[in-house]
């Protein structure tokens, strides 16, 4: 591919274009061992990773009624994953540190009104 790549790039108009490819691909050489990965029967995409993080997702938080803040998603998320991924064990120290916090009350509210009852 590199070598292609350096040939058209002597030789074509689009030179700006060919040289940013081939420098790209000469900097990522190392990350493209393909035949490599797919002996070992690794994924070389990132087609599967997208399709499990879409159901993790989807499974779990887009449920009919829920509503998620982005604290509350992320903690549901997270908890999910480490179930999913046979990790839920290993990582329940991490996992109680990061949401043992201290819960406060809010100072600011203001209560509702007696309800009138009528006889």
Known sequence: MIRTLAYHHRRKPRRDTLKKELTYFRRNRS???????????????SGI???ACKTLVTQRMKRSGQRWTIDGGQAIL????????????????????????EVSFPTNVVPFPPRQTSV
Do not use: C, H
């Open 31 to 45: 990350r493209m061992k393909y035949a490599q990965l797919r002996a070992q029967n690794l994924p070389i995409g």
């Open 49 to 51: 990773i997208e399709a």
């Open 78 to 101: 997270t908890f999910r994953a480490l179930v999913q991924s046979d990790r839920f064990d290993a990582a329940w120290t991490l996992v109680v540190a990061d949401y043992r916090k």
